[in-house]
């Protein structure tokens, strides 16, 4: 309000030295326009001066739309440059569970093929999974594949060219003939969905919590001494001729991102060659 009133009285000063200016004499002109003129340089600079922060606006507004658009460029750089971070970090610990899993099965690395777990088969009951390598390389139907320890965590079951699908222990339908490593007990697991159960193992047998059952090479499916699981306890019906014994995967399958599969095994060729039959074994965890 202050500087309204201020601009006011310079207007009206000019108004009326320039008024004086027009009624003076001619030769009184020269003296007039002085007087003029120094009446008018308030005005003049307090217009200017008035007008400055404007233009300092509509600059600050072109700084800003630069700015902002900096600001987006810069967003998306950051955005690019975290995904190709998160890119390596995956394929960095692709390599080292892949490298991990090679060195458990130590000496015989060469008979086994790596993989990645590209889908979970999500129907109930159902424990499949389907892995990036197929027949071109060298995946067949039946060979055995390995999680974490070198323990057997299903089975090939179908087989395409670039793509096959692996029947985890665990799958309903699934059926491994085992034997209990102390005892020597044999028996078969079968899936329940989440865990297994040892079955047909005779009541009174030398079977307790926290014996490893391994793979047995009777029917020459499978290789002989693969870990698969634990006991993790055993009930006894005494009107039942088998014990009820449920057992614990030792591979964490539903976890399961990198696996290898037994290429040089072939279903049934156990029952032709002896040596076929054994499988690389390690000490459970």
């Known amino acids: 309000m202050a500087v309204g009133r201020s601009i006011g009285w310079l ?12 009624l003076s004499p001619l030769d009184a002109a020269g003296d007039m326009e002085e007087r003029a003129a120094a009446l008018v340089a308030p005005l003049t600079m307090a217009v200017r001066d008035a007008s ?9 507004a072109g700084q800003m739309q630069q700015l902002t658009e900096e600001n987006a460029e810069l967003r998306q750089d950051l955005s690019r440059a975290q995904s190709e971070l998160a890119l390596l970090r995956e394929q960095q610990t692709a390599v080292e569970q892949a490298a991990a899993l090679v060195r458990a099965v130590g000496a015989d690395a060469d008979r086994y093929l790596p993989a990645s777990v590209v889908l979970r088969d999500p129907a109930p009951g159902r424990r499949m999974l389907l892995l990036d390598r197929g027949a071109a390389d060298g995946v067949m139907e039946g060979q055995p594949v390995l999680g974490g320890g070198a323990t057997l965590v299903g089975v090939v079951a179908e087989v395409g060219e670039h793509r096959s699908r692996v029947r985890l222990v665990t799958d309903l339908s699934s ?45 020459g499916e499978l290789p002989a001494g693969l870990l698969v699981g634990r006991v993790e306890r055993v009930r006894t019906d005494a009107q039942a001729l088998f014990e009820q014994i449920e057992v614990e995967p030792l591979a964490d399958l539903a976890r399961l991102e990198q696996v290898l599969v037994m290429t040089d095994f072939r279903p049934g060729a156990s029952l032709e060659d002896p040596e076929a039959t054994s499988g690389a074994t390690a000490t459970p965890q």
Not at 17 to 22: E, F, H, P, S, T
Not at 177 to 206: I, N, W
């Open 52 to 60: 400055r922060p404007f233009a300092d606006v509509l600059l600050s």
């Open 11 to 22: 207007i009206l000063l000019a108004c009326t030295g320039i008024g004086l200016l027009a």
């Open 175 to 219: 059926a491994v003939t085992a034997v209990v490593q102390s005892s020597r007990t044999p028996g078969a697991l079968a899936g329940t969905g989440d865990a297994l159960t040892l079955e047909f193992v005779p009541v009174g047998s030398a079977v307790a919590a926290g014996d490893v059952v391994l793979t047995s090479a009777l029917g």
